[in-house]
Every structure is written in structure tokens, then in C-alpha cells.
């Protein structure tokens, strides 16, 4: 368990009654881009778990295989096939590994970037309670007004049909005229909007 989450609200009483008021929240897009339904009910209670240890300031988190398997009701192989389900996805990454052979993880949030219905890339990053609002609020910045993103914890993953160029430092592909918004000032701006973000990514970050 984390030794910095925020403690629960406690309600005094005769019986000193306590409750943990504290919350998780859940990015919408995760449901709508089908990503739940690919990673299935399994690895998503296994990472609503990871996330649910993580700590505040780090985002790191690491209980072990019986404590997940405690919280979902799994396996401890289900819940080890989950994990390996969530690293694939990106939902998920070891940050290390300890000399007890125990693991510590840190969730990851995947934010598509679309112009239209068509997905142009994915900002993966990782989930920290204490900085994740500002997170989102420099991914939002940078694809509205073209900034640098300064987050080292920060990936790139080209949507299909795209490519990431490293040496010219844009996303390149074709987008067919049927996937446009009916508004051009709309996919233009949308267009120049991501590959500004992608192109000020800082140097020697992984696409």
C-alpha cells in the first residue's frame, strides 16, 4: 500500500465512525474507443487495483499478485495475465523491480488525439493523483496552441495509417476526404494542432 495517499474523511462519533470518501476517476474515451472491450473485464479491474495503490505523489504503486487477487476476486494467474495485458496496452509499466522479486507499477492514461472519427495519435501518461489535472491540462495546451510538452513521461503512439517521423518531427499519412469534419477550418486547425504538439515534443523523447 502507498505510505502518501490522502487519508480517508473520518466522521467522529461514540463509535468513531469512519469514511474513506476518496475516489477514482475514469476517462470516458477509454469506454468509447473500445479499448475496455480489448483489454477485457479482467485486466480492467486489475488496473482499477494498481491504480487504486498508487501513490499520490509518484503514481507508483506496488501491491502484489494475492493482494489483486484479493481485490478482484481472480486468479493470481488471471491477475498476472491481466498484467501482461495492461504493459501491451500501455496501460501499464513496471518501474522496477525489487530485490524481494516483487514489482512496482505505474498506471498509464491513453488520450486519443482525433480529428473527426479518425484517431491521428495516442498521448500515453502516467497516472500520478498529484499532477495528473496538470497533465491533461498541458496535453490540452500544447495540442490547442501548438507548445512544447515538457512531461519525459509522455508517449506517442501514431494511429493507423500514420506514421511517426522522428528526423522531421511530425505524424505523417493520408486522411481520406470521408474521415474530415464537414468544417475544413475545423481539420486544418485540427491538423496543424497535433502536429505542432508532436513536432515540440522535447529531443531524444521516444515517438
Request: charged fraction near 25%; glycine fraction near 10%.
Amino acid at each position: 500500500m502507498s505510505n502518501n495517499r490522502r487519508p480517508p474523511t473520518t466522521i467522529e462519533g461514540r463509535g468513531m465512525a469512519r469514511i474513506d470518501a476518496s475516489f477514482s476517476t475514469l476517462q470516458r474515451d477509454l469506454f468509447e474507443s473500445g479499448l475496455a472491450a480489448t483489454i477485457g473485464a479482467n485486466a480492467f479491474a486489475v488496473w482499477c487495483g494498481i491504480k487504486s495503490h498508487a501513490d499520490y505523489s509518484t503514481g507508483k504503486a506496488w501491491p502484489g499478485s494475492r493482494r489483486l487477487a484479493e481485490l478482484t476476486g481472480l486468479s493470481k494467474p488471471t491477475v498476472l495475465a491481466a498484467i501482461h495485458t495492461l504493459i501491451d496496452a500501455m496501460l501499464l509499466r513496471v518501474d522496477k523491480t525489487r530485490p524481494s522479486g516483487g514489482r512496482t507499477y505505474v498506471a498509464r492514461e491513453r488520450l486519443d488525439v482525433r480529428l473527426g472519427e479518425r484517431v491521428l495519435c495516442t498521448v500515453v501518461i502516467d497516472y500520478v493523483p498529484a499532477k495528473l489535472r496538470g497533465q491533461l491540462r498541458a496535453v490540452e495546451e500544447a495540442l490547442r496552441g501548438g507548445s512544447r510538452i515538457e512531461d519525459a513521461a509522455v508517449d506517442i503512439i501514431p494511429g493507423p495509417g500514420m506514421v511517426w517521423d522522428a528526423a522531421a518531427g511530425v505524424l505523417k499519412g493520408t486522411v481520406a476526404p470521408a474521415d474530415l469534419p464537414a468544417d475544413p477550418d475545423a481539420a486544418r486547425v485540427g491538423i496543424e494542432q497535433a502536429r505542432k504538439a508532436l513536432k515540440n515534443r522535447p529531443p531524444g523523447q521516444p515517438a
